[in-house]
């Protein structure tokens, strides 16, 4: 009896002391690492890596301890993984997502368990208005941002008419919204195509030479977007019809798409040459740690992840109880962002400049991305005033 009063006696006062902090950061890192289009989740645990490396593989003298959870480029996996990582491994952090249907289907378990999540890609419009969360924050963008910056360009060309393409799904909706909210020509036809399967873009192509459309606009990105270039080449519409696009070539599908990709024009919030001393060690490093691979926006956005991360943890001397603290830090974006400095909206969205993006060839025939100029300055997404947050 006295044994199990003693028992007792020593169970209340533990549960009487004050929570301490944890011994080490842990986050949960959602990507697809399977599949045709793991080459873009490797390469955000690249750089997720290589920021780490950076820290000195710790965050306010604590360790940091990295899950990877492969989402299969499918929301109800996507989901899974996202529950296993706060209900089991109870992560402090949990970043990553590519794809906007993934993100969505995983944002309530997060939310209701208040784990900061951070999107280093996907950027669904739902994110940016009525689902904003105090503990949600994007290192990218909302994703009608990039293509209206393309719209922008279009108007500053001269184009008086488009055809559109892209996949059927959040992004792709929101993409081809993205370009018709600043567009000020017509918009002779629209296309959705079956994603992520359909690789043949025969009939949508025809239909686009077919509608007397004076240009193109099409987001597809990954394999889908090598896939449709050289199709647009092969069929000879590229010597008639020109065309514009966003996340459609990158340094990822680049080599592949090789020729194909000269005189596409491409709107993008970070490209590999912007001068700051942070990217260029970004850039330099990467080659460095991984050979033969060339870094990119998806892993500059992961990259800043890990620095926005670090922000809070140091804000808040390691104690991650303090969870006002750490949004309140994360706010400011307090950090040598890879793409310069910016600013967040109300939504934790990026308020920040969009660069026109070039493919140039150098004296060796290297293909490569170079920015050309600034379309827009401290860009803020037309979704924010529908977040409650203030």
């Known amino acids: 009896m006295k044994k199990a009063f003693w028992l007792a006696g020593a169970m209340a006062l533990a549960l009487a002391q004050p929570a301490t902090a944890a011994d080490s950061v842990k986050i949960g890192f959602v990507s697809t690492f399977s599949g045709p289009t793991a080459v873009i989740g ?52 949990i970043v990553g997502y590519i794809w906007s ?76 919204a993205g370009v018709k909210s600043t567009f000020k020509g017509e918009v002779v036809g629209e296309e959705y195509t079956v994603w992520p399967s359909q690789l043949d873009f025969s009939a949508e192509l025809t239909k686009a030479r077919n509608s007397t459309a004076e240009s193109i606009f099409v987001f597809y990105p990954g394999a889908a977007g090598v896939q449709f270039l050289n199709q647009y080449a092969q069929a000879g519409i590229k010597a008639q019809i020109p065309l514009y696009t966003a996340f459609t070539v990158d340094e990822l599908s680049l080599p592949l798409q090789k020729d194909n990709a000269i005189g596409i024009p491409g709107a993008q919030e970070w490209v590999n040459d912007l001068p700051n001393a942070e990217n260029k060690k970004f850039v330099e490093d990467y080659h460095k740690k991984y050979p033969g691979l060339r870094p990119t926006y998806y892993g500059a ?21 303090k969870k006002d603290a750490m949004k309140a830090e994360m706010e400011k974006a307090n950090f040598k962002s890879l793409r310069g400095p910016f600013k967040y909206g ?20 290297q293909l490569s991305l170079k920015t050309v100029a600034t379309i827009v300055k401290d860009d803020q997404d037309k979704f924010h005033d529908k977040c409650s947050m203030k």
């Open 42 to 93: 490797n390469d955000m645990r690249n750089s997720f890596e290589l920021a780490l490396d950076h820290l000195g593989r710790k965050i306010d003298g604590k360790p940091v301890e990295v899950i990877y959870e492969d989402d299969q480029q499918k929301p109800d996996v996507g989901k899974q993984k996202t529950e296993k990582l706060v209900q089991s491994d109870k992560v402090d952090f």
């Open 301 to 321: 956005q992961a990259y800043d992840a890990a620095q926005l991360i670090n922000s809070a943890v140091v804000a808040v001397k390691g104690d991650l109880t």
């Open 101 to 176: 249907n993934v993100l969505l289907a995983s944002l309530k378990t997060a939310v209701d368990s208040k784990t900061f999540l951070i999107s280093a890609n996907a950027g669904p419009s739902q994110l940016a208005g009525e689902l904003c969360s105090p503990y949600v924050f994007s290192t990218s963008w909302q994703n009608d941002q990039t293509p209206a910056a393309m719209g922008l360009y279009m108007n500053q060309k001269g184009v008086k008419s488009v055809f559109l393409i892209g996949p059927n799904y959040a992004a792709g909706k929101d993409m081809l």
């Open 346 to 365: 109300n939504n934790h969205i990026p308020i920040q400049n969009f660069y026109l993006q070039d493919v140039v060839k150098d004296a060796d025939g």
